[in-house]
């Protein structure tokens, strides 16, 4: 598959990335430089000749991707110049939560005018692992709490059927084993799971049958609380662990040339120092680095963009076969980046980056074809969201000046 990106700022020739089976990609760049406008090429490419093998899922933790809906009016002429036209795709926004109480009702309209179907997207208690439950809570597991919920949630998860926070309360408060003081604790934080409303109380819809291929699949993450332990984090490592699953049992079926119940999967995550920072544990880390570190088997690629790429753990960057740098300043992550160099570059990959100056400029390093390119990356088809505020004054401690 080839994917177009843009053409070689000197020469003009045009820049395919021709991808095989699953990557792990890095975007990175200082801010305003260009990371998410990348991205959204990314997908548009994914989803060119309207590929029916992928799905892709951008995961969206400013809530701007929507845009993609709608056609890049405001660049008709810089795509006629790229033989390009504008094109609005089509996008469902997965809103964990309760939609209507997260979106306000005009913008739930307005969204929907543009073509955007809103799906609200329940989690099942059942697609949370026995010691995920404990990592939810930091109940270490081998501590009477932790015990407990283990025990519960293990019992439950043996019966091989969905269930709910209820039932996961239930099986506790019958637990002969365990003390009143632990059932307790674990009820309060079970009943402020509830509260969350983005577990599902009735009703089951397996994680894989939530996304489509050919659209845009976008993980709306902007309205859930941040952190290593908020509920973007508990939604991402979800949904990755159980299409890690899915696509597990699905590349065996197609071993075996049967019809296959999940096509492969790419996962497209802005501002992923949210959920792989470097020296911090988070809820999604530990299924992210596998998609990155054993993706490649069941064909699951994985996509990480961020400004830092120093603040992104160094088990993700070192995975990284495709990279896509735009302008970088502070010399940490321009040495966190460098420690990427390989042999066949030549030089280092810093001298590249030394060279960008301007927005939507970048280097493009592919381990598997071993080549390293400037890269003018291509106007954007679907409208690019989220770029109000005006690029970062040239940092004064620039260290290039
Ligand atoms: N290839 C490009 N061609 C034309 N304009 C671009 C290109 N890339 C980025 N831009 C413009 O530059 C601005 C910043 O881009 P973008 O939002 O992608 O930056 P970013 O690196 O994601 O920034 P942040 O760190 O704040 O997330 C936007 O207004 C966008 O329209
Ligand atoms: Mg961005």
């Known amino acids: ?199 599902a109380e009735e009703g089951y819809t397996p994680i894989p049958e939530l996304f489509t291929p050919s659209v845009v699949n976008i993980l709306d993450l902007s309205r859930l609380e941040p952190g290593p332990r908020g509920l973007r984090n508990l939604t991402v490592s979800i949904i990755a662990r159980n299409l890690f699953r899915a696509r597990a049992d699905a590349r065996l079926r197609e071993e075996f040339g049967l019809a296959t119940p999940l096509p492969r999967v790419w996962m497209l995550i802005d501002e992923a120092h949210q959920f792989v920072p470097k020296g911090q544990s988070t809820l999604a880390k530990d299924q992210l680095i596998r998609w990155a570190k054993e993706g490649r088997q069941p064909g699951l690629s994985l996509a990480v963009a961020s400004q830092q790429p120093s603040a992104i753990d160094p088990e993700v960057l070192s995975q990284c076969d495709i990279i896509l740098s735009h302008k970088l300043t502070s010399r940490e992550d321009v040495m966190a980046l460098n420690s990427l160099s390989q042999d066949y570059m030549g030089g280092e990959l810093r001298t590249y980056i030394r060279s960008l100056n301007r927005t939507g400029e970048a280097v493009i390093v592919n381990d598997e074809m071993e080549t390293v390119q400037m890269l003018r990356i291509r106007p954007r088809r679907s409208q690019h969201g989220g770029s109000s505020l005006p690029p970062e004054e040239e940092n004064a401690f620039d260290i290039w000046q």
Not at 22 to 40: D, E, N, P, Q
Not at 47 to 76: C, E, F, K, R, S
Not at 121 to 140: E, I, M, T
């Open 1 to 199: 598959m080839k994917l177009f990106l843009g053409q070689e700022p000197q020469s003009g020739t045009p820049t395919y990335l021709t991808i095989g089976g699953a990557h792990a990609v890095l975007i990175c760049g200082k801010r305003g430089s260009g990371k998410s406008y990348t991205m959204g090429v990314l997908v548009e490419e994914l989803l060119a000749g309207a590929n029916t093998d992928i799905i892709p899922i951008l995961v969206d933790p400013m809530g701007v991707y929507h845009t993609m809906a709608q056609a890049n009016q405001a660049q008709q002429e810089d795509l006629f110049n790229w033989s390009l036209s504008a094109k609005g795709y089509t996008v469902r926004l997965l809103v964990p939560g309760p939609t209507e109480q997260l979106y306000d009702p005009e913008v739930i309209d307005a969204l929907q005018q543009r073509g955007v179907s809103i799906v609200p997207l329940q989690l099942n208690p059942s697609d949370l692992s026995p010691d995920g439950w404990c990592d939810l809570f930091d109940a270490d597991i081998n501590a009477p709490l932790g015990i407990v919920l283990f025990r519960a949630a293990q019992k439950l998860q043996r019966q091989n059927r969905p269930f709910t926070i209820q039932e996961l309360i239930v099986t506790i408060e019958r637990d002969g084993r365990a003390k009143d003081t632990s059932k307790e604790a674990l009820l309060n934080r079970l009943e402020a799971a509830r509260g969350w409303q983005i577990f």
